[in-house]
Structures are given as C-alpha cells and as structure tokens.
C-alpha cells in the first residue's frame, strides 16, 4: 500500500512540477517522500531557491506561511490546514503593537515560529540555530524577543552587553519536559552525552552537553564517538539522526517529546492536496512585504 502511494506522489509531482519540504519533526512516512528535510532556517532557505512551481510544505502553518512570504511567485500547499504552531498564536500582531509602545528603544527579535502578521511587526526575524548572531548583531542595546521566552532566555545568557526582554511564550512539547524527567534519564544512562534544543526550560539547557537547532543536533551527533546519546528535542529528528548513524542509539530525553501538530500530516494527506489542489497558502501582500523584510535581514545575516 505503502508503495503505491509513493508511486502516486512521484506521478504527482511531475505532473505539477512540484517539490516536497518536510520538517525534522515530520511522521518518518513524510520524511521518506521528502526532496529536502531540515530545520526552519534551512527549509527557509530552500523555499527561496526552488525551480518547482509548487512547493508542498509538511510542517504547520508558520512554516508554510513563511515559504510563501519568502517565494510569493510559488503555490504553497500544507496538506493539513489545521496543522498549527500553540506557540505562534501565544503572540498576535495587535499584541505586539501594544507592546511595542512600553519599549519604544527596543528592537523586535521574532522567532521564526511566529505568524506573517506578527513578523510584519518586527525589525528582524530568527531561527533557534541563528537566534545568538540576529540578537548579536543588533545595535540597540535592548532587545524585545516573541514569542519563545526559553530560546530568549539562553540568547540572554549568551549575550552579556544587551537586555533580553522575553514574551511569555513557549514550546507545549518542548516546555513539558521537566528536571525530573532529566534526572531520570541520567540516573539511567549517566555517561550518555545530552543534547538539547533551547525551545527547552532553562534549568533542562544548563544541564545539557550541547544546545543547538534540530539541523545543529544532527550535525553534533556525527561528530561523537559516544554509542549511546540522550536527544532533548522532538521524536521526528530520530529518523534522520538513526539514518545517518546505524551504529548510535539514541535515547529520547521524554517520551513528552512528541508534537501532535507535526504528526497530523500522513502520506495520503499530501498526495490528496496536491492532487486536488486543497490548502493553499495565501498572505495578504501588505502583510507580505513587510514580512519578507523581516525575514530578509535574518536570511542576509
């Protein structure tokens, strides 16, 4: 069944011309299928330089937002319109104004998972693997971050001569993950090397040997040497990590780390909505624009 389904989707995307991007914390079905898997910078990158006239985004809505904000010439299709971020929508554009207005001196540092609305209200947008350089490279000298308040606060940590002003916004699957959990795992495994995303609490990120995006991750993993690796971030990045390292096992800091949202998507759902067309993308182009900017910046960096 399986296979027949991919054959369809090969069918499919000659005959749209289109190209598949799939987050790291995509089902492993959706990894398969994928032309690029990635991270958010990276997948952002790769919307920007796509031939294909389609782009079929398996992520949530930011994601596929931020390729159409980025390639506004493309169709982009998220074959599963409910697929949402609960972190992106703990900050709005209306919100953000009003904000705005208490830290008139402050620049805005949105993270990529964010709404096109609420980036069309920031100076510059990030990614957890670019966050420390973009709030680096800032000459104002405080910093108003949205909407994840643990990514702010390592990049605060990290960064000594600027003020970090956190929105009290967070990760649900990351955030779950709690010092108990951590404790249990290193009572288990205590030799075992802990890498961890920064969308995690503070007190989890200070006890980790590294702290990277999902992209980092996988990049650290093949440069140890250690057999046995404890992962703090989504399950998802488990296929590409066991993929490329047959001879690891990894273990999964919490079974917490699992995003509802990432997993709604399946094969059939993809191929149903580039079949049909469904799911398209839209962003209002004033909204665009001025997102793109935002976008622009981090992407020049």
Known sequence: MKENLKAKLIELKKEKNAVILAHNYQLDEIQEVADYIGDSLALSKIAMSVKEDVIVFCGVKFMAETAKILSPDKKVILPVIEAGCPMADMVTAEQLRSVKEDY???AVVCYVNSSAE???ESDICCTSSNAINVVDSIKSKKILFVPDQNLGSYVGKQISDKEVILWQGF???HNRVTIQNLLHIKEKYPSAPL????ECRPEIVEQA?????TSEIIREVKKLKDKKIIIGTEKGILYTLK???PDKEFILLSEKLTC???KKTTLKDVISALENETNIIEV?????????????KMILL
């Open 118 to 120: 609420v980036k069309a």
């Open 195 to 198: 890498l961890v995303h920064p």
């Open 171 to 173: 990760c649900i699957v």
């Open 243 to 245: 993929k490329q390292n």
């Open 209 to 213: 040997d590294f702290i990277g995006s």
């Open 284 to 296: 209002d182009e004033r909204v665009r624009k001025k997102a793109y900017e935002t976008l622009k």
């Open 260 to 262: 509802m949202n990432m």
């Open 104 to 106: 008139p001196e402050a």
